[in-house]
């Protein structure tokens, strides 16, 4: 077997077998076949991409290059949940103690990030005295104890999805939707949860631009778990504006707290309901209806706010960040407002650009060895559809002197189109649509809601 035929192969238009798949993926952990070998195969795929079949013997494969992880030690149903990435994404947060307040166990592996914020770790990390560092017997513990535990990746989770994307990053070749689909769920799968709440985001400040390849990349996902007979759902949820209102790490923490006790914007609220009350349903404990009045009950009585107070104190963080956030939370004192520059109407945001705003602001890393300042950010105060006068605050900046506050604003000024007339096409729905496999049904996706986003 040679890396050459293989490469020629998908180059042509052919399916790799999983042999061939296990040669290269191997060879390139082993340092036996080159990256440029690698990375030609990877620009193959790109332009010719990858069947089902490949999709998931490239996920099998790379699932099983490193450990897994058994939940078996933590008691009653333990349901996932992983979002592809968005502006503003901090739905983890607020989700688990949601989730948890329902009888649930939430015990998740997460990461750091490049790109314009840090990752959900680096966000809780905002948190004084938080741990995400955490011997097993820990994580266990604290997941029986409080129901919610969140750590970082081990070093070992995937190893080579790790060293693939690397390589599919300096190579232009991360869009891809199987490579895509095959690096999640080697990382989701490895962690051995009794189902997965996928969240496909879909957009302008997302991977997938448009509708139909989200819901390409969805059943791609699921029929994967699938043939791993696990249970899970897919939500594609929009991203052509910021997900909620701040856009940082400590900006965003807040954001999350004041979301459990029920003062959260409307369209991450009812975000972090929806996926939460998708987690239940898929454990079989309560229905999907029950558990989204469940929850509404739980916020507005206080239950999810003290379900968070005690995890945060579980893992070492300080709990006070519940009842006074701005007490707690580092976030700067220094503000520079992006002002309209005329007056109009709100008709398109590039989302990317705002996140690419906020890392400039120091938010997010450009480089893996980049250190994040977790004060940093954007408020947003206008989105889709608004009306703005010339000269009003659309967005707070909160900068730092290591800000590159110029080329933030410049591509705030990019990101925002206003025009003299309100425009009948946005969609600021936060769910468009549900896609859904169980491991009773018929291997196809069906879709719940017939809405589109514009």
Known sequence: MRPYDIIKKKRDGGVNTKEEIEYMINGYLNEEIPDYQVAAWLMAIFFRHMQEEESYNLAEIMLKSGDTIDLSEIKGKKIDKHSTGGVGDKTTIAIAPMVASLGLKVAKLSGRSLGHTGGTIDKLEAIPGFKTDLQVKDFYRIANEVGIVVAGQTANIAPADKKIYALRDATATVEELSLIASSIMSKKLAVLSDGIVLDVKVGSGAFMKDIDEAKEL??????????????????????????????????????????????????????????????????????????????????????????????????????????????????????????????????????????????????????????IDLSVGLKILKKLGDKVQDGETIARLFVSENSNVEFALDLLRQAYSIQKEASLNICNDIISKLVSISLMQIPHYYFQKQTTLQ
Not at 249 to 274: Q, R, Y
């Open 218 to 371: 969805a059943v791609i996902m699921l029929a994967i778990a699938k043939r791993h007979k696990r249970s899970a759902k897919a939500l594609i949820t929009n991203m052509n504006q910021p997900l909620g209102e701040t856009v940082g790490n400590s900006l965003e923490v807040l954001e999350a707290v004041n979301t459990v006790k029920g003062n959260g914007p409307k369209d991450f609220t009812k975000l972090c309901i929806e996926i939460s009350s998708h987690m239940a349903d898929l454990s079989g404990i309560i229905s999907y209806q029950e558990a989204k009045k469940k929850l509404v009950e739980n916020i507005k009585n206080g239950v999810v706010s003290r379900k968070m107070k005690e995890w945060i104190k579980a893992q070492g963080g300080n709990e006070e960040v519940v009842d006074h956030p701005s007490n707690v939370l580092n976030i700067s004192k220094e503000i520079i407002d992006f002002k309209a520059d005329r007056a109009g109407y709100i008709t398109y945001i590039d989302t990317e650009k705002v996140g690419m705003a906020s890392m400039y602001l120091g938010a997010g890393r450009q480089k893996k060895d980049d250190s």
